[in-house]
């Protein structure tokens, strides 16, 4: 792993460092300095002696000002090498069983429905893959500050550890309480592990082509999105659920021990002791409490299609032996939305391009989902939604790293992380409630879908706004 020599650094809490300032840059005319200073501190960066506003701000700093610590400078990041790349492709593993397996939650609420807990009701039994999905994100509160104290040195082999048994206990569970204990908590808490090392680690080895780098990580959730649910309906027939869930187990000891090897953080570990407002620090920043109210809202309907569509589909009449490949549908169209957005962001702005797949999530919901009754439209939303909604999934923790100190990342991103998951975690229970009150009918839930999304790209616009107003520039 390269050197970073940090212990030479001043560490200031009560100061945001800006990881992008690159002080050689060209000099600006006073009425940009005088924005910079009004608008926000130490918040710029140059590249290819051009003023980018991506973060809001231009090249110049003020006298006596510190610069990025070691490591931390633009120049000091990768992009790029074999060690950088071995992070990506451990981090795209990660991510095929982890959120792959949250991908087609759908096939796991099928079969509930149908099978053991036949007994309750869909809302009833999304609270299992809704659990699941809020402690893989939610708990990386902890986990981050874990990643942040040891990197990923202890954190991933236990994770693996905790992830694949918590399948292994799912094969033997058949009550509710229990499939709320092994795949919702222990497969929740094992994932978020993993899933917290995969993330945090990419970041620190890219600077330019984080988005990108970011997104490719993202897409190994789609490839498993498409894997794992044409598996599990083949297998489940052939040879039970029990034995299904023990080959995902498998597959997940596999992924995840591979990417022991070859996922770490560029940085070394800064042990410090835990101080509470290391956590509340960052919602004095308005452009973080927006980002982080907008993720609750965008998480609060995200993942309805992803529970819904196959049950809605099957309500719809679509033909029995398409309902299987719905949801692969949807995460391979979700492969380039997760990749083609992260190149796009690295170019206009992370910013910009967060807040138009977001709309676009939430358009395309109630354009097309609601009025659409055909399987041509079903087919149709499922394979759009899954390149948009992939956008904001890979985007959001480079959105989170371009306005955070990276030696504090695991920390910021777990805090945005944990709120949003709050969304994730009522979102699909209270979506269940909607067609249970509606007596089965899925309008409900597609309008709460499409506006929660929206309501997101709302405040996106304006955490946009705080940095550089309406202004026609990349952030």
């Given at each position: 792993m390269p050197a970073s020599d940090t212990g030479s650094s001043t560490i200031h809490p009560d100061r945001d460092f800006d990881i992008s300032t690159d002080s050689d840059g060209p000099a600006v005319d006073s009425s940009d300095e005088k924005f910079v200073e009004e608008t926000f501190k130490q918040v710029s960066f140059t590249e290819n002696a051009k003023t980018d506003l991506e973060k809001g701000g231009d090249d110049s700093a003020s006298e006596g000002q510190p610069g990025p610590p070691p490591g931390l400078n633009p120049a000091d990041f990768p992009d790029g090498g074999l060690d950088a790349w071995l992070v990506v492709f451990g981090g795209s593993l990660i991510l095929f069983c982890s959120f792959g397996l949250i991908n087609c939650s759908g096939v796991f609420v099928e079969y509930y429905v149908n099978g053991p807990l036949s007994d309750y009701t869909s809302s009833d039994i999304t609270w299992i893959t809704s659990l699941q999905t809020f402690l893989i994100t939610g708990s990386n509160l902890i986990m981050g500050r874990i990643f942040d104290s040891y990197g990923t040195r202890w954190i991933l082999p236990i994770g693996t550890i905790v992830y694949?048994?918590?399948?292994?206990?799912?094969?033997?569970?058949?009550?509710?309480?229990q499939i709320i204990l092994t795949q919702g908590i222990i497969c929740g808490v094992g994932g978020a592990a993993v899933f917290n090392c995969a993330s945090n680690s990419t970041i620190t080895w890219f600077f330019r082509y984080r988005a990108a780098a970011l997104?490719?990580?993202?897409?190994?959730?789609?490839?498993?999105?498409?894997?794992?649910?044409?598996?599990?309906?083949?297998?489940?027939?052939?040879i039970g659920f029990p034995w299904?869930?023990?080959?995902?187990?498998?597959?997940?000891?596999?992924?995840?021990?591979?990417?022991?090897?070859?996922?770490?953080?560029?940085?070394?570990?800064?042990?410090?002791?835990?101080?509470?407002?290391?956590?509340?620090?960052?919602?004095?920043?308005?452009?973080?409490?927006?980002?982080?109210?907008?993720?609750?809202?965008?998480?609060?309907?995200?993942?309805?299609?992803?529970?819904?569509?196959?049950?809605?589909?099957?309500?719809?009449?679509?033909?029995?032996?398409?309902?299987?490949?719905?949801?692969?549908?949807?995460?391979?169209?979700?492969?380039?939305g997760r990749i083609i957005p992260g190149i796009l962001a690295d170019k206009v702005g992370r910013f910009n391009t967060m807040i138009m797949v977001a709309g676009l999530s939430g358009i395309?919901?109630?354009?097309?989902?609601?009025?659409?009754?055909?399987?041509?439209?079903?087919?149709?939303?499922?394979?759009?939604?899954?390149?948009?909604?992939?956008?904001?999934?890979?985007?959001?923790?480079?959105?989170?790293?371009?306005?955070?100190?990276?030696?504090?990342?695991?920390?910021?991103?777990?805090a945005l992380l944990f709120i949003a998951s709050l969304g994730a975690l009522t979102g699909s229970p209270l979506g269940g409630a909607i067609v249970t009150a509606q007596h089965g009918e899925y309008l409900g839930l597609k309008l709460f879908n499409g506006l929660t999304i929206l309501v997101g790209a709302i405040f996106l616009v304006i955490a946009r706004a705080v940095q550089v107003k309406f202004r026609l520039v990349k952030i």
């Open positions: 694949a048994l918590g399948l292994m206990l799912l094969s033997l569970s058949t009550k509710y309480y997104g490719i990580v993202v897409a190994g959730s789609s490839i498993g999105g498409i894997v794992l649910p044409i598996l599990m309906s083949h297998l489940i027939p052939m299904t869930v023990r080959i995902l187990g498998f597959i997940a000891l596999f992924c995840c021990g591979v990417a022991c090897f070859t996922v770490k953080s560029r940085l070394p570990p800064r042990p410090t002791p835990f101080h509470f407002m290391q956590l509340v620090r960052p919602f004095k920043e308005a452009r973080f409490a927006l980002v982080v109210v907008a993720s609750f809202f965008v998480f609060w309907g995200l993942y309805l299609p992803f529970n819904y569509l196959n049950i809605q589909a099957q309500q719809q009449g679509v033909n029995p032996t398409l309902i299987p490949y719905i949801l692969p549908i949807v995460n391979a169209v979700s492969i380039p395309i919901t109630l354009a097309l989902w609601i009025p659409g009754t055909t399987t041509g439209a079903t087919l149709a939303y499922g394979a759009i939604y899954g390149f948009t909604s992939g956008g904001f999934i890979s985007l959001a923790p480079a959105v989170i790293a371009q306005i955070s100190d990276l030696r504090e990342i695991g920390a910021r991103s777990g």
